[in-house]
């Protein structure tokens, strides 16, 4: 018996796109690779159900039209109603339909030890510490999101603290889409800390209300010993988009990585973080929360892999799901034999505000070493009736009671983001979403 | 102002009270006693508006308005307050945010003007204090962590701060020692008033040495089974209620 294997349009249009013309630029340095990830895109398109990771986000049926990659066009763009960190002083690297901007960001000076290039002048010649210090992300074989990346990519950013450095801001990474027609932006970043360093790096994401396009970015981050680095990232996307996130960490010894996305928009979105904690008493945390309605779709998938001895991972995610929104958490964590001592904890809840709502939940623990604790929980449910009956006896509106009790929920993982400022405006988008 | 005539209530289809009828009038401050399970707590929610019960029979007129046709927060902003007998914990929810919201939605729904921060921050130092209150405590979720009787006095400064005319203190005794039911009584006494109307749920006498009531009643099975003056409390205290449960079985 043969099966004929029909692809969809999506797929369609990526493989025309391969055939098209591939290209060069980046070929020496990572050339194999992404003949690799061309081959993968070719024969196997792009990830389905019957794949034990994407058993909930079938992406052949979830892409549902032609989003050929895009060609970074330059043209203007006002993305100012869309600056969500405006209130934090910070620098900004924006792209747009992704492709870098100068024009419309805000460079750091150079102080802080920090060097930053734009991937498009380095591929044919990169640093040292980007040539040899990063690759990860290829590793992770047949990863469809990162072949997706790999095999079309051209855009993105270097980034580099130098070893003790302190930035004196955060740096936002901005990416806006306009949407102006239906295609793939796909941008890849490197973002290295070297020894002792420390940084927040913020995301936002954002397009233009209702379009339709699909955003791609993968990330490798290296923590090196001693080094910390806050990620925050807050995904609105227009509601009609798709959005495919990687990132890759490495934890170095006594390094700390503490992430933290927002998932607030696009019709799916697809999160996925692999952190390995490579150096004893390295520190993990990846948190998040959703703020769904509509028919929204979003899910992530975490593996945490404890590699060495005397390491903590953390991880918390508080999603709500309204209408006929749909949560998704995957969480693996694997402790190999010689990581003893280590601390693991992993809670995902999920708040439903409808009948019609969904949460599904995987935890999944690997242990291979004897002498750790590692806890895992997922709860589910909707809106706690003695609490919405507390609220209402002292005068507070059924709604507002609501808003309250939301906000309290995903603010519990909010609470996880070190900076206040960059905390507030998470709690008051959420307090927002929530009302509108 | 408060009528409650010939009050039947179901739960899950089991009859919880049986026949209630009890008047208070402005000014006055009523008892209620009675052995655990005999629907103390059934009463003072359907008063509140707690969803779960089916009244089958009679009615509840507030100020002559039909307290049913109200929902819970409109009940509040009309004047009914509950003190619970089980304060409900709500993590993430700093109990000053939560007082605020509260006032101000009342004073919104009563086509008051808000108060301001200072004005509020004012009012509330103001009670807190006489109440043994730390403002650390204020800063804290709504009841969570707080022992037995700091839930207690944050249910009379809720009372105090939202300043209603019906009061019903559901057991806010119970778990006090004698030091803290000083302090508890002491705020409920100051709010007493000729415009308002008090309910005292307790299972024991010991509250009512500190608030005097004006009428005392039985409540047993579901049905007030007597009524008296305040010396019907000591007389309960030597006689306990075994009597009354005969009574109603
Ligand atoms: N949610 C409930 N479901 C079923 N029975 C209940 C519920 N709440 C109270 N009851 C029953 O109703 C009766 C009265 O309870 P309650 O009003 O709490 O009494 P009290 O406050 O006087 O101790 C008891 O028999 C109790 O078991
Ligand atoms: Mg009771």
Redesign the pocket.
């Known amino acids: 018996m043969t099966t004929e294997i029909r692809h969809t349009p999506a797929e369609t249009a990526y493989i025309e796109a391969l055939a098209a013309g591939p290209r060069s630029a980046g070929d020496a340095w990572f050339g194999a690779e992404r003949a690799a990830a061309r081959a993968q895109i070719a024969d196997g398109g792009l990830p389905h159900r019957r794949m034990e990771a994407w058993r909930w986000t079938d992406l052949r049926s979830l892409i549902d039209d032609r989003f050929p990659p895009s060609e970074p066009a330059g043209a203007q763009q006002d993305i100012t109603s869309d600056d969500v960190f405006k209130s934090v002083e910070r620098w900004v690297v924006a792209f747009v339909d992704g492709a870098y901007r100068k024009d419309l960001s805000d460079l750091p000076d150079g102080s802080g030890g920090i060097e930053l290039h734009s991937l498009e002048d380095v591929l044919d010649a990169p640093p040292g510490w980007l040539r040899d210090g990063l690759g990860q992300a290829y590793a992770q074989e047949g990863e469809p999101i990162v072949a997706l990346n790999t095999a079309f990519v051209t855009q993105g950013l270097a980034l580099r603290i130098g070893a003790g450095e302190t930035p004196a801001k955060p740096i936002e990474l901005r990416f806006f889409n306009s949407g102006s027609q239906p295609q793939t932006s796909l941008t890849r970043f490197a973002v290295v800390l070297e020894e002792g360093a420390a940084l927040t790096l913020l995301e936002s994401h954002t397009g233009a209300a209702d379009r339709r396009y699909v955003a791609n970015t993968v990330t490798e981050i290296h923590v090196h010993r001693n080094a910390r680095l806050q990620h925050v990232r807050l995904q609105d996307e227009s509601m009609a988009a798709v959005h495919l996130s990687n990132v890759h960490v490495t934890i170095e010894g006594e390094a700390d990585y503490r992430g933290f996305t927002l998932s607030a928009g696009a019709r799916v979105a697809r999160n996925q973080v692999f952190a390995c904690l490579a150096g004893e008493g390295g520190n993990v945390d990846v948190s998040g929360a959703y703020l769904l309605g509509g028919r929204q779709h979003c899910d992530t998938a975490l593996l945490i892999d404890h590699a060495v001895a005397e390491c903590t991972s953390d991880e918390l995610f508080k999603c709500v799901m309204d209408d006929d929104a749909r949560g998704i958490f995957q969480g693996k964590i694997i402790v190999r034999p010689d990581a003893q001592k280590t601390e693991g904890m992993q809670m995902s809840q999920g708040l439903l505000l409808s009948e019609r709502a969904e949460f599904d939940s995987k935890p999944e623990l690997e242990i291979f070493a004897d002498d750790v604790r590692c806890t895992h929980g997922a709860t589910s449910g909707d809106l706690d009736e003695d609490m919405m009956f507390y609220l209402r006896s002292r005068g507070i509106p059924e709604n507002e009671a609501k808003g309250l009790l939301i906000a309290a929920f995903v603010g519990e993982a909010i609470e996880k983001v070190s900076n206040a400022g960059v905390r507030e405006i998470l709690n008051a988008y959420a307090v927002n979403r929530l009302n509108s | 102002m408060l009528e409650i005539k010939n009050l039947h209530v179901e ?2 289809g ?1 009859p ?1 009270l049986r026949g209630i009828d009890l008047e208070i009038g402005a000014g006055e401050v009523h008892a209620i006693m ?12 359907v008063i509140a508006g707690r969803g ?1 019960y089916e009244v089958t029979e009679g009615s509840i007129l507030f100020n002559g308005e039909d307290l049913f046709d109200m929902e819970p927060e409109e009940r509040a902003a009309a004047g009914v307050f509950l003190a619970f ?1 089980y304060p409900i914990e709500i993590p993430g929810v700093a109990t000053m945010t939560f007082l605020k919201t509260a006032l101000n939605a009342q004073r919104r729904t009563r086509g008051e003007g808000e108060l301001s921060t200072p004005e509020f921050m004012k009012l509330v130092r103001e009670k807190s204090d006489a109440l043994k209150i730390s403002q650390d405590m204020l800063r804290r979720s709504v009841n969570v962590g707080f022992s037995g009787g700091e839930k207690k006095r944050a249910e009379v400064l809720q009372m105090a701060v939202l300043g209603p005319s019906l009061c019903v203190l ?2 806010t005794d119970s778990g006090l020692d004698i030091d803290a039911l000083r302090v508890v009584a002491d705020g409920v006494n100051a709010l007493r008033g000729p415009e308002r109307g008090m309910i005292v ?1 307790t ?1 024991y006498q010991r509250l009512l040495n500190y608030i005097v009531p004006d009428k005392v009643h039985v ?1 047993s099975g ?1 049905r007030i089974v007597r009524s008296g003056g305040k010396e019907l409390a000591l007389e309960l205290e030597e006689s306990g209620y075994a009597a009354y449960e005969a009574d109603a079985a």
């Open positions: 739960i899950e089991k919880i009675g052995p655990n399970g005999s629907g103390k707590s059934t009463l003072s929610h779960g007998q559901d057991e749920i299972h409540l579901g």
